[in-house]
Nanobody, 121 residues
Framework: QVQLVESGGGLVQTGGSLRLSCAAS????????MGWFRQAPGKEREFVAA????????SYADFVKGRFTISRDNAKNTVSLQMNSLKPEDTAVYYC??????????????WGQGTQVTVSS
């Protein structure tokens, strides 16, 4: 079992930055690929970014490339999402997720409760 707790959400103006963090329980954090997803009101949940178990491979949705950076610290069981140049359309609940194995593609096994990010225009 892996429990995920997100933090770092909040209200920010257009062009601002936020850093989301996700703390994972368990001793096997490094066995999991990690991802960030988001869901805006009235929309389906969508992929934002992912990172493999070692941090050597990352993937981003086109709409965040060059603005968001995903990273992880296996010693601290955390994964982070640095979000810069935020836009109102980035407003959503952001979820951290964990997927067991070498690949971060496919279905995720565990999900956090989410953290709200609101970008004002």
């Amino acid at each position: 079992q892996v429990q995920l707790v997100e933090s770092g959400g909040g209200l920010v103006q257009t062009g601002g930055s936020l850093r989301l963090s996700c703390a994972a329980s368990g001793r096997t954090f490094s066995s999991y690929g990690m991802g960030w997803f988001r869901q805006a009101p009235g929309k389906e949940r969508e992929f934002v970014a992912a990172i493999n178990w070692s941090g050597s491979i990352t993937s981003y949705a086109d709409f965040v490339k060059g603005r968001f950076t995903i990273s992880r610290d296996n010693a601290k069981n955390t994964v982070s999402l640095q979000m810069n140049s935020l836009k109102p359309e980035d407003t959503a609940v952001y979820y951290c997720a964990a997927k067991y194995g070498a690949s971060f593609n496919g279905g995720y096994d565990y999900w956090g409760q989410g953290t709200q990010v609101t970008v004002s225009s």
